[in-house]
């Protein structure tokens, strides 16, 4: 975790053990620059004033291919060039290390993440991600079938649900509620059947456009086809809009309908209580969550990639492509002359940044820009030098989740809390001892949240994920001793209703303008996609390049 943008403050806390001194403990926000961002924007001034307002380069440099984006997607596309033996290119990041939302951090000597922290099992449907994880010995041939590295799957118990004041198994409410309850997760559990029926789910997206009843599923909000099909009980509510949140930034009234039933027919369905199912979907996980990952494809580009680079231009020529870009180490503008670049870069950064390119492809990414809306969030690792206590119920697990009463979405008491993951879960200590907790916090509900986020001092946030886990761990504020504040003001594309059928209208301009062999333009994000996964920013890297 880069150090010198760490600022931290004393905090005083009561000490681990009852009738401890307080003890001091550090706390501060780290990961994004959120200034270099920033900096991009007041230098473009928006689409009506992008020409000629960036500062004349110094310096010139040439190389084949440019990577405009380090997060997974501008990775993939480097190893995707590295696979071809192509060496000639280099990549352009922002930040002080590549990774996107899935970087990771180390605090009080622990690693953990400041974003994403796993990866489902891939399915058939993402043979890239297959290959990658073949090629970084997580999964191998052995007597004819598939077998992953027992190591980096997620240990058992995986998930559990502090609910009417004690721990259960799994993350769906069911200790305690009543017959019409278990009826309606038995009605819904039918409804993802048939929807799984209906047209094919996958991730990646196997097919663009959707499929008609997909876009039906697509038009409406996830709540409003809840209450057409009479699912009304709260406790479902809760489990669907707490998924929601989990994977898209926002809860049922944000997200579309097709969004809420992706979420679990694009996967592992859903099993009522008492239903014949598998055991849960594995998961490949790390302490450091999925910077395990982003780190491994970051390590092989040696000095090609180049950290601390605000792009601020992109601009087609004759003879390929012209890139300016802020180089943050010397203070300096550089202009980059490659035969292509891939665009890597969020929609509505690329929407500012690209100029001059075929008019299809600029009006497509300018109508693109004013359709998605990002989710902004919050991660706030807490690092403990001793465990939590054990209250009773189901075991310590890897994801813990606190069920919030008075409330769904960003409203109510959850505040858009989503519950903590350990990042000493996988270990095989047998004698627990000091942990990361880290919290999550999706604000895609809350139209004031990335002000919230920008201005709020980290303390806000601390105090924030305490009061969300006091019911369940009223130990824990004696127990911090560190805290390390994580923000996203744009973390990812939410999949709002509407939005996966005018995707497939402006993807077609973009990728029909940028991915024919003559183009010196290539895009790849998960924005293209609706909404933000591994698999699909991963896919559209490789396929960017291939």
């Given at each position: 975790?880069?150090?010198?943008?760490?600022?931290f403050a004393a905090l005083a806390l009561a000490g681990c053990r009852p009738g401890a001194e307080p003890q001091a403990a550090q706390g501060g926000f780290v990961g994004q620059s959120w200034e270099r961002g920033h900096a991009l924007r007041d230098a473009t001034g928006g689409p009506a004033s992008k020409s000629g307002t960036a500062p004349k380069p110094t310096v010139t440099r040439r190389v084949h291919t440019l990577i405009a984006g380090g997060g997974v997607a501008g990775l993939a596309a480097a190893r995707a060039l590295r696979l071809k033996g192509q060496d000639d290119f280099a990549l352009l990041e922002l930040e002080d290390d590549a990774g996107g939302n899935a970087r990771a951090g180390l605090l009080g000597g622990l690693p953990c993440p400041l974003g994403a922290h796993y990866l489902p099992v891939p399915g058939d449907h993402a043979p890239h991600v297959q290959h990658l994880l073949e090629e970084l010995g997580l999964r191998q041939r052995v007597a004819g079938r598939w077998v992953y590295d027992e190591r980096h799957l997620c240990h058992s118990p995986q998930e559990r649900l502090y609910f009417q004041g004690q721990w259960q198994a799994g993350l769906l409410p069911v200790d305690g509620v009543g017959a019409s309850t278990l009826a309606q997760y038995r009605q819904f559990a039918q409804a993802v059947r048939q929807v799984q029926q209906g047209s094919a789910y996958a991730i990646p997206i196997p097919k663009w456009p959707l499929p008609q009843d997909q876009l039906a599923l697509d038009a409406i909000s996830m709540d409003a086809w809840l209450a057409a099909q009479g699912l009304t009980d709260p406790h479902l509510h809760w489990y669907l809009d707490y998924c929601c949140r989990d994977d898209y930034g926002a809860g049922l009234a944000t997200v579309s309908a097709w969004a809420g039933l992706h979420y679990f027919a694009g996967r592992h369905g859903f099993s009522a209580p008492g239903d014949d199912a598998s055991e849960?979907?594995?998961?490949?996980?790390?302490?450091?969550?999925?910077?395990?990952?982003?780190?491994?494809?970051?390590a092989p580009l040696g000095d090609r990639l180049k950290t601390g680079q605000v792009v601020q231009r992109i601009e087609p020529t004759r003879?390929?492509?012209?890139?300016?870009?802020?180089?943050?180490?010397?203070?300096?503008?550089?202009?980059?002359?490659?035969?292509?670049c891939v665009v890597a870069l969020p929609i509505f950064v690329a929407a500012r940044v690209v100029v001059n390119a075929p008019a299809p492809l600029q009006q497509a990414l300018l109508d693109a820009a004013r359709t998605v809306r990002y989710a902004p969030w919050v991660v706030t690792n807490l690092y403990l030098k001793h465990p939590l206590l054990d209250r009773g119920g189901a075991?310590?697990?890897?994801?813990?989740?606190?069920?919030?009463?008075?409330?769904?979405?960003?409203?109510?008491?959850?505040g858009g809390g989503l519950g903590y993951v350990s990042a000493t879960h996988q270990s095989l200590h047998p004698v627990p001892g000091a942990t990361v907790l880290t919290h999550y916090r999706a604000l895609g509900d809350d139209a004031s949240a990335r002000q919230q986020v920008l201005t709020q001092p980290w303390t806000h946030w601390r105090d924030q994920t305490l009061a969300d886990l006091q019911s369940a761990h009223p130990e824990l504020a004696s127990r911090v001793a560190e805290v390390a504040v994580a923000r996203y003001g744009h973390a990812m594309v939410m999949p709002t209703p509407g939005v996966m059928n005018k995707m497939a209208a402006y993807?077609?301009?973009?990728?029909?303008?940028?991915?024919?062999?003559?183009s010196s333009l290539t895009f790849a994000h998960s924005d293209w996609a609706g909404y933000s996964v591994f698999e699909e920013a991963f896919t559209m890297g490789h396929l960017a390049v291939v």
């Open positions: 975790m880069p150090t010198h943008r760490r600022h849960a979907e594995p998961v490949l996980t790390w302490p450091e969550g999925n910077g395990w990952l982003t780190n491994r494809l970051a003879d390929g492509v012209e890139v300016l870009a802020l180089n943050t180490t010397t203070g300096q503008p550089e202009r980059w002359l490659a035969r292509r075991a310590p697990a890897w994801d813990n989740v606190v069920y919030q009463e008075g409330g769904t979405g960003g409203g109510g008491s959850a993807r077609n301009s973009v990728f029909n303008s940028s991915l024919s062999k003559m």
